[in-house]
Every structure is written in C-alpha cells, then in structure tokens.
C-alpha cells in the first residue's frame, strides 16, 4: 500500500517533493484557529492501516508541538498503522544538562513527548552536544541524517580557495568532513558561552591563509553572536569578508540582519528551516530514509 503524507501549515513544498519522490499519496488535512487561538484539525484522507509521513520542522516549537500531537493522536484513533515524523530541524535539544538546579532538562522531556506520539524520527544534523546518541533520550527508532556532503559541494561549487572555520570544538565534528569532503583546509576556534546572547571566540591564527575565502561553518545560527564575534575578529585579523554558512537558520529576531551587517560576503544555509538565506537544499539526502 502507498504511504501517505500530511505536512503541517508551512511545511508543504517538502511533504510535495516526498510526494513526487516516493509516489506517495498526498493527505489532505485542515488546520485552524478557533476564535479563542484552540487549534482545529480535521483528516480528510482515508489513513486506516497506512504507513503515514508527517511533516513538521519544528523551529520555534512550541506554537508547532500541540497541532503536529493532535494530528498524531487523530491519526492513531483513526487506526494508521504508523507513524513516521520528518522534522528537518528538531528543537529543544540544546538544554541538555542542569546547569543550574531546579533547572528543566527539557530535551528529555521533548524527547518523551514526540517518542509516545510517533513510531520513527528522521532528522537532519540534530544538536548532539553532551550526549553521543539519540537513544540516550529518544525511545523511537530515529534516522539522524547529515548536510555535511551538500554543504561541501555547494562549498566547491561556489567558493574558490576556501578556508572552512568551526567557531568552537563542538562544530568540529561536521566541520572536519566538510572540508574533507570539499578537499579544503579548516581550523577551529575556541568559544566561550558567558550568556545566550554573549560569547567570546579565540582569536583565530590565520596568517598563512590570508589569500584564502574564509568560510565559517556551524549547525545552528540563533542569535547569531557566535558568526558575528568570529566575523569580526577574522575582519581584524585581515582576512576577507567571510562566508557564514550555518544548517538550520533559526535566526532569533534580529540575528540575520545583525549577522548581515557584521562584514560577511554572504550568508548561506540548508532549507531545514525556511529563511531567505536558504541556497541549499536537503529534500535528496531524506529521500532514501523514507
Ligand atoms: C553551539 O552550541 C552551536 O553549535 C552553535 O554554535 C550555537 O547554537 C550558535 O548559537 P548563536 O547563534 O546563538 O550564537
């Protein structure tokens, strides 16, 4: 039997690219506000005993979580046999330690939250800090998917002479294949996080590669601080203005603009989120999991 794919309000252009790429069946649902802002879902479709996709990237989470549970419990009761979550960018995955007491891990409790409402999880570059696996938090099956090959190729394609940049030890995990991958060198600084909107980054020792296109390269841009402090140490150090190229672009308030102004040639990132930096996009490498 064809799967059949629902995508929430906003996720429709890669519910339609899984739709032509697996010939799928395209679910027909209708999502709205009631007055009081309760939210109203209705199927349309026939799902019973279907393998159902869910499309939900779940930037800004916390107005997607309740309509994508209510489909998913509307779903079960109307019998599916499963239920597949693709969500490109999945939140709530950066507080994942107490840092302070009383604090909520609340990638633990996001993680049980989507666990008891769908059957498998397929991500794309999910933050992976403290914790090696999703196992560790998740108890569904999850397909942990990467942009590193598409970043590369979009890197040898559009940046001649780069230089990629990871602005702490944790981007060089992705960083390192990419410049493997592109055949390009790369250093990595070091940052410290004093807040959510302050962080310092080592002065980057780049005197041997001041003819090359820096290109800094991390999974998330939020507030930005961390692209702009390197922007504007590596603007210091005489190097030319860098290219920031960053996974999901989740961009709080004004971060684009302030990153857009910092001194970058360019700022470039994959459609995990939708933004109009978008240049790099992430439908082919979901395909195959499906
Ligand atoms: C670090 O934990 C991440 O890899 C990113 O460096 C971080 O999320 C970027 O955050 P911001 O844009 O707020 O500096």
Redesign the pocket.
């Known amino acids: 039997m064809k799967k059949i794919v629902f995508s929430l309000p906003g996720n429709e252009a890669l519910a339609n690219y899984i739709v032509d790429s697996i010939q799928a069946d395209r679910g027909v649902s209708e999502f709205r506000k009631f007055p009081d802002g309760e939210t109203y879902v209705r199927i349309l479709s026939s799902v019973e005993e279907k393998d159902v996709i869910v499309v939900c990237t779940l930037h800004q989470p916390d107005a997607k979580l309740l309509p994508l549970l209510f489909l998913c419990s509307l779903l079960r009761d109307l019998k599916v046999r499963s239920i597949c979550l693709v969500a490109p960018y999945l939140a709530y995955m950066?507080q994942d330690k107490q840092f302070n007491p009383g604090e909520a891990i609340t990638s633990e409790y996001f993680a049980k939250l989507l666990s008891s409402n769908v059957d498998r999880l397929v991500t794309v570059d999910p933050?992976l800090?403290r914790r090696v696996s999703m196992k560790e938090i998740y108890s569904i099956p999850c397909e942990v998917l990467h942009a590193d090959r598409l970043i590369s190729k979009w890197v040898k394609k559009n940046i001649p002479n780069a230089l990629l940049i990871g602005?702490?030890s944790?981007?060089e995990q992705w960083v390192s294949e990419v410049a493997k991958n592109a055949g390009v060198p790369f250093i990595i600084l070091q940052?410290i996080?004093n807040g959510?909107?302050n962080?310092e980054v080592s002065v980057p020792q780049v005197e041997e590669y001041k003819n090359y296109t820096p290109v800094l390269v991390?999974?998330?841009?939020?507030?930005?601080?961390?692209?702009?402090?390197t922007v504007v140490l590596l603007n210091k150090a005489g190097m030319k203005p860098p290219v920031c190229i960053?996974v999901h672009a989740?961009f709080?308030e004004n971060?684009y603009e302030d990153l857009i102004r910092s001194g970058v040639s360019k700022v470039v990132t994959c459609n995990t989120v939708l933004h109009e930096s978008n240049a790099i996009d992430i439908g082919e490498i979901i395909i195959p999991h499906l």
């Open positions: 950066r933050h800090h602005p702490d944790e981007s940052k996080r959510d909107r962080v991390d999974d998330i841009i939020s507030t930005a601080r961390t692209m702009i402090e960053g989740v709080a971060a």
